[in-house]
Structures are given as C-alpha cells and as structure tokens.
C-alpha cells in the first residue's frame, strides 16, 4: 500500500449521501491502526470568540466503547495531534464529537515512511442507511471504504454496483452482523484486482438496514 502512494495513488474518501432518515451524531469514521503502515492526525479548530470544551467518545473496531477523551481549545485557534497522543487505547478505530458547533474536526492520513500528500477528511455528521459512491479510475486509483454502524443493533452491509438504468449488476457482502458503533474496512476496487467490472454509467451504493 506504501508502494502505491509513492507512485500516487489516491484515497477516494468522498461519499454521497441519501436517505438521511435517522438521528445524526458527529463523528470521525475512521483512525488508522497504529501498528499499520499509516498514521492519524486529529484536528480541531475553534472558529468561534471563547474557549470551548469537547468530549469525544472512542471506538475499537468491533464497537467497544473506550475512555472518553476532554478537552479544550482557545479561541480562534487550531491544534493538531496524532490521534496515538490523543487516545491513550491503541485500538481505537472512530470516534463521536460533543462539541459547540464552533468547533471543527477533521483528520489527516498519511503514510509513516517515504513521499505522500494526506489525505484530509472533515467529520461527518450524516448518517444513512444508503451511501452513493462515484468511482475513481482504478487503473491508477485505490478506492477504499471505511463503514461504521451507527444504529442500535448489528447489520449485514453490502456493495452494490448498478448501472445506468439503476438495476444491480453485481454485489458483495462487506460485513456480516457489524455491531454497533464497530467498524469494517472494504477495497472497492485497485490497479491489482476488484470484485466489480467498472464500466461507464456504474454507481455504487452501501446499503444495510441500519444508519451507517
């Protein structure tokens, strides 16, 4: 995967989103593994005229909840810090936002060793049961997914590539029973091989019967 950037490969983090019918919670949906070959910074700016507070609420990867983490930041300012100095556990995997709406989080993911851009995504704070995703040319691109089950109960998730007309032409199971508030990690598609034919006009879409 380090090969890949060097040779400048992208993330595809962008996601489209429909049918937003459940409660929303703000979040960052993913924090790589610290024994993995990328590293995490969290940041967090105050936009507003006074310090704020915060609390965010960790998650292991199999939705176990963590520590909570508090803090506060002075007014007009930004830190960063990699999420390892952040979250004393390892292990965690996303985390929730409680915060002022002047407060912005966002991460940045980059590779621990040779030449890469980060990779910046702000936190979401939408939620659904059904995600669009545009393809990027995987000829030269690394489209991969991370998916967090916010609902109440565990759901199966699913990839369904559909043509231009809307039909479903091919489909995978990313996750079977995902926990709530656990996370599961999912390559679309890569220069080496993909589970889908991406032709012209193909959409795809995440679906489960929880909010994701």
């Not at 983090?13 to 790589?32: C, D, E, K, N």
């Not at 709406?101 to 940045?108: K, P, T």
């Not at 369904?160 to 079977?176: L, T």
Request: negative net charge; without cysteine.
């Amino acid at each position: 995967m380090v090969k890949r950037f060097r040779q400048g490969i992208l993330i595809m983090l962008t996601l489209l989103v429909s049918l937003p019918l459940f409660a929303q919670t703000r979040m960052i949906s993913h924090l790589t593994r610290a024994d993995g070959g990328f590293s995490t910074t969290v940041h967090i700016e105050n936009s507003g005229p006074s310090a704020q507070s915060y609390t965010l609420t960790p998650y292991s990867a199999d939705g176990t909840a963590l520590a909570s983490v508090t803090g506060e930041i002075a007014p007009n300012a930004l830190a960063s810090t990699p999420a390892t100095d952040l979250f004393a556990d390892t292990t965690t995997a996303s985390f929730t936002i409680e915060a002022d709406s002047s407060l912005f989080f966002s991460v940045s993911y980059k590779v621990k060793e040779g030449d890469s851009v980060p990779a910046h995504v702000r936190e979401t704070g939408t939620q659904a049961s059904t995600w669009r995703i545009f393809a990027g040319d995987w000829s030269i691109a690394f489209d991969g997914i991370a998916v967090v089950n916010t609902g109440t109960v565990a759901t199966d998730v699913w990839v369904h590539q559909k043509n231009d007309a809307g039909a479903i032409v091919a489909s995978r199971h990313i996750a079977d029973d995902l926990a709530p508030h656990a996370k599961v990690l999912s390559v679309i598609g890569d220069p080496n091989t993909s589970d889908f034919d991406l032709t012209a006009g193909s959409i795809f879409e995440v679906a489960a019967t929880q909010p994701l």
